[in-house]
């Protein structure tokens, strides 16, 4: 576990003014193109985060991630149009409502081996899919919309520069609220229940209650996501909630690494340019249109993701921040 | 309800539950030899669905013929799995091994629309035209599904009764490590239990495929669906893979009589939910 208290003097510095430029980024650019991506990006973040206490920090593979997600962003958007609410009272219930959904599930599953665990957790997904694309109540294949953007007073934050700073503020909270449940003796539990369940058990710790807490805590994140991003783009469809979402969710934090709040991001930020990447690739004239096809089309980019997630399980199952970064340069590590 | 409408009810029902009971019999002989279940499993019925249509409808093949070259075809995909994509993977976590199978059935399934373009494709029935009971209108094409079914589950009683391989297959299902003593090899295991499994699994999607529509995004539907019909049936019985298939394909075909088929899938899910949260061991996996 890399924490900021463990890094030594001159890379914290670094990584405060990475932090401070980046923090300072939307106000260097116009283009709300990019400040848009930055936002993308934190609301992964805050998803893989979630999702790494999971998958990392307890050790349970959950392919049903997006429901939550889903879970917070629709209940986001029933309250906030169906009932008026403020959006800084519906951000928060969201929240709530996907953390308890989380519980719920939960309790059907972390008694579950991993391949329960996965069959159970997309039927869940599923489940939740299958009755927003067809009830009436959640505006069916449609969606709801339009939301309003949150507003404190006078302050509204109706450009995408002043959500900007919404999203990442949370994601800075929730990346040192993570950090401190994982050090201390919740995260040194879930790190107990992983190793050795009878082991945890005899020491003490209550194993299911441990991971139903990581799962309903994960849960949560999802839904703060979800919230963000139904408000950020004013609208709340079906489509990003399905199973394919929630298996693209474990390869961002599978290429990132379990258990490692960087790699989270690293995962985020991955999985936030690589589609941006493809559409490039697919404008590039001198590519045969068949390969240009690759790059364009979702169901060709899923191909290349389940490709990407064969060859990264089996060579690299830490993700990047497993690789041994001094043991590659060559010559320096043989002595 | 009318018995008319009571017979089509139970027709539909009992024909995708004999195909949902091929495929848990298939996840059945997987998991108790190898304890793995593969998420991409789907995507081989599919495969067999499209590749049955290109030969019937493209290169002429008689039905007989048709029927083995699918048969073939699920056992070498079987033999592949287990020689070449499970390879790297072989002696390492049991989550690695899981995410190595579903990576694979992400590709094959998204791999399709490639070859077969990416709307689903109907294939012919294999004898056109309808028997009436009752006065309703009952396929031939799920008599054919039920009599493939039941000469199928015949034949896997046979193989794992009566031959070599059907009692490795058990004997490393009863206890790994034992059969390993006697001198049963994981590979060979590995091998019969993807075979069988891939051949169950391309027969139901090669009868299937005239019924529903073959296309890759049915593949993880079909998937989940041989899941739930395996756990309502018990992991561990061959004859509860079977009857949990049939009881899962009536439940949908009531469902989708009584509520609408939208709601097919949430209640099938449902049920596979309840059971693993009330009776993980299923109808007949006893304690």
């Known amino acids: 576990m890399s924490t900021l208290a463990s890094i030594a003097r001159p890379r914290r510095l670094i990584l405060y003014a990475i932090l401070a430029l980046w923090l300072a980024f939307p106000l260097l650019t116009d283009k709300t193109y990019y400040i848009g991506l930055a936002i993308t990006l934190g609301i ?106 949150p507003a404190l007073g006078s302050l ?166 497993g690789i041994s970064w001094r043991n590659l340069r060559l010559g320096k590590s043989k002595r | 309800m009318s018995a008319e409408s009571l017979v089509l009810l139970l027709a539909t029902g009992v024909t995708k539950g004999a195909v949902y009971g091929l495929l848990a019999l298939g996840f059945h002989i997987l998991y108790a030899a190898t304890r793995m279940l593969h998420f991409g499993y789907g995507a081989v019925a599919v495969l067999a669905g499209l590749i049955a249509l290109t030969l019937t409808n493209g290169l002429h093949f008689p039905f007989w013929l048709t029927l083995i070259v699918i048969i073939l075809l699920g056992w070498a995909v079987g033999q592949a799995h287990n020689k070449w994509v499970l390879a790297p993977v072989r002696n390492r976590d049991q989550w690695i091994q899981m995410i190595a199978l579903m990576a694979i059935g992400i590709v094959v399934e998204n791999a399709y629309a490639l070859i077969w373009g990416k709307m689903p494709k109907a294939a012919p029935a294999f004898t056109p035209g309808a028997l009436s009971v009752l006065g309703a209108p009952v396929s031939y094409q799920s008599l054919w599904i039920i009599g493939i079914t039941v000469v199928s589950v015949l034949a896997i009683k046979w ?60 593949a993880f539907p079909l998937t989940m669906k041989g899941f739930a019909s395996l756990v309502m049936g018990g992991m561990f019985s061959p004859i509860g893979a079977v009857i949990g298939g049939l009881l899962l394909g009536l439940i949908e075909s009531v469902t989708v009589g009584t509520i609408g088929s939208r709601y097919m899938d949430v209640v099938s899910m449902s049920v596979l939910l309840l059971f693993l949260l009330v009776r993980p061991h299923g109808l007949f996996g006893g304690e």
């Open chain 1, 156 to 321: 509204v934050l109706n450009t995408d520069r002043k959500y900007f700073y919404l999203v990442w503020f949370l994601v800075l909270a929730l990346l040192l609220f993570t950090r401190n449940v994982v050090s201390g003796r919740i995260g040194r539990a879930m790190a107990a229940a992983k190793g050795d369940e009878i082991a945890a058990q005899v020491s003490g710790i209550n194993v299911i209650t441990v991971k139903l807490n990581a799962f309903a805590l994960s849960a949560f994140y999802a839904g703060i996501a979800g919230s963000l991003l139904g408000y950020y783009l004013a609208y709340v469809g079906p489509k990003p909630f399905g199973t394919d979402f929630s298996i693209l969710l474990f390869l961002m934090v599978l290429v990132g690494g379990f258990g490692s709040a960087w790699g989270s991001l690293f995962g985020a930020a991955l999985m936030t340019f690589l589609p941006e990447f493809f559409r490039f690739l697919s404008s590039l004239a001198f590519i045969p249109y068949n390969v240009r096809l690759v790059f364009s089309d979702y169901t060709y980019n899923l191909l290349l993701f389940g490709v990407a997630m064969y060859v990264v399980v089996v060579y690299l199952p830490k993700g990047i921040m």
């Open chain 2, 159 to 218: 193989l794992l009764d009566y031959t070599l391989m059907g009692k490795s297959l058990r004997g490393a299902s009863n206890n790994p490590l034992a059969a390993r003593l006697m001198g049963i090899s994981v590979m060979s295991v590995g091998g019969y239990a993807y075979g069988i499994s891939m051949a169950l699994a391309a027969l139901g999607g090669m009868v299937i495929s005239p019924i529903t529509f073959a296309g890759g995004q049915f």
């Open chain 1, 44 to 149: 992964f973040a805050i998803v893989a985060i979630g999702y790494n206490l999971v998958a990392g920090n307890t050790g349970m593979f959950s392919f049903g991630h997006a429901a939550f997600m889903g879970m917070g962003a629709y209940t986001s958007a029933v309250l906030s149009m169906k009932l008026g609410m403020s959006a800084w009272i519906a951000l928060p219930l969201s929240a709530i409502v996907a953390g308890l959904a989380g519980y719920l599930v939960g309790l059907t599953s972390v008694r579950l081996g991993h391949l329960h665990l996965a069959m159970a957790t997309v039927a869940f997904n599923i489940i939740f899919h299958n009755i927003v694309v067809n009830w009436t109540f959640t505006g069916g294949e449609a969606g709801l919309g339009p939301l309003s953007r």
